[in-house]
């Protein structure tokens, strides 16, 4: 049984909020000839992603980021991060799409194997934070909404590959 904490609509009202953000800070920088390149970080950011690019009013360009780890369950394990046609992104403004930090090293690792691919600038959009689990400072430039120490699934993210497909976002009870 899963409890919603937030709503589609909540959600959607914060992705327009961040979307309005992200285009207000970016309209001055990039054009067709030089857009701003988005990062969704697969597969947890496919769905945030698809709502978020749709609201900017800004020329992008997607590159997929594909970050995996050995995981049993809800914990992680050995990292890895596949970032396609490195020699691209140099000299671009960067923002990278998360659905969620938690420990921070995920993102921590995506953001040093980019910034050695000499961006412009480098940025993070995350729908969620956990904050309390941070092991790896990482700076977060758009954030949708904080939440405590528990496992979410929905709206892209998943238990074991299961409930990614649920518009909203929620947790599985019990903690
Ligand atoms: P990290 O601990 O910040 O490295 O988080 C790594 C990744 O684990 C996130 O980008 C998510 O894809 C996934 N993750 C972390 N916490 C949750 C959660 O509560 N639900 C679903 N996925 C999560
Ligand atoms: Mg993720």
Redo the contacts with the bound molecule.
């Keep these: 049984m899963v409890n919603v904490l937030f709503s589609e609509a909540a959600i959607a009202e914060q992705v327009s909020r961040l979307a309005r953000h992200v285009s207000q800070d970016y309209k001055a920088l990039v054009s067709r000839q030089h857009p701003l390149i988005v990062l969704p970080?697969l597969k947890?950011a496919w769905i945030f992603s698809a709502d978020l690019v749709r609201c900017l009013a800004l020329p992008v360009r997607l590159e997929f980021l594909r970050?995996s780890?050995y995981r049993d369950g809800?914990s992680?394990g050995e990292?890895h991060v596949d970032i396609p046609g490195p020699a691209s992104l140099g000299g671009h403004h960067l923002l990278v799409i998360?659905?969620?930090?938690?420990?921070?090293?995920?993102?921590s690792r995506i953001l040093e194997n980019l910034r050695a691919c000499h961006p412009h600038s480098l940025k993070v959009c995350t729908l969620l934070d956990?904050p309390a689990?941070r092991i790896m400072p990482v700076e977060i430039h758009y954030r949708g909404f904080s939440v405590g120490n528990?496992?979410?699934?929905g709206y892209g993210?998943?238990?074991a590959e299961c409930y990614r497909e649920l518009p909203y976002v929620g947790d599985l009870g019990g903690s």
Excluded: N, P
Excluded at 98 to 107: A, F, N, P, Y
């Design positions: 970080v947890g970050a780890s809800t992680s990292l998360e659905d969620i930090v938690d420990t921070g090293r995920t993102l956990k689990r528990r496992f979410v699934v993210m998943d238990l």
